[in-house]
């Protein structure tokens, strides 16, 4: 009778300790990524729906929505700035959590940095 009630109690705790891993690997696969990074320039914005898209230095564009909680700048966004977000998917959606525009660069440091000097020769 004891060695059944013992029996008993080893399953029952063998049982519950698979429920509990269940439930913390489930609770992991449904926590939102942070952290993803994008950066390029803003082709369109949407004030009302609080959404942008944006397009990569490889023409790659993406959505993105900012709300309350979202660092931004205090000036509206703009087509053309250059920006960096940091956002998180969520719900399906891109929700900004940091978004920082960046200056432009001006023409003579886009050229500056486009054009390399050849080392000079001896004849």
């Not at 926590?31 to 990569?56: C, L, Q, W, Y």
């Not at 978004?99 to 440091?109: E, K, L, M």
């Amino acid at each position: 009778m004891k060695t059944t009630r013992i029996a008993t109690l080893f399953a029952a705790l063998f049982l519950l300790s698979f429920a509990a891993f269940g439930a913390t690997s489930a609770k992991a696969k449904a926590a939102p990524s942070h952290g993803m990074k994008f950066r390029g320039s803003i082709v369109s914005v949407d004030e009302k729906a609080k959404t942008f898209e944006a397009k990569d230095a490889a023409g790659k564009t993406a959505n993105f929505a900012w709300n309350d909680a979202t660092k931004a700048p205090k000036s509206p966004l703009a087509a053309g700035q250059n920006v960096s977000i940091h956002y998180m998917e969520k719900g399906g959606k891109n929700v900004a959590t940091v978004i920082t525009v960046n200056p432009a660069q001006s023409a003579h440091a886009a050229k500056a940095t486009t054009t390399t000097k050849k080392p000079a020769t001896k004849s």
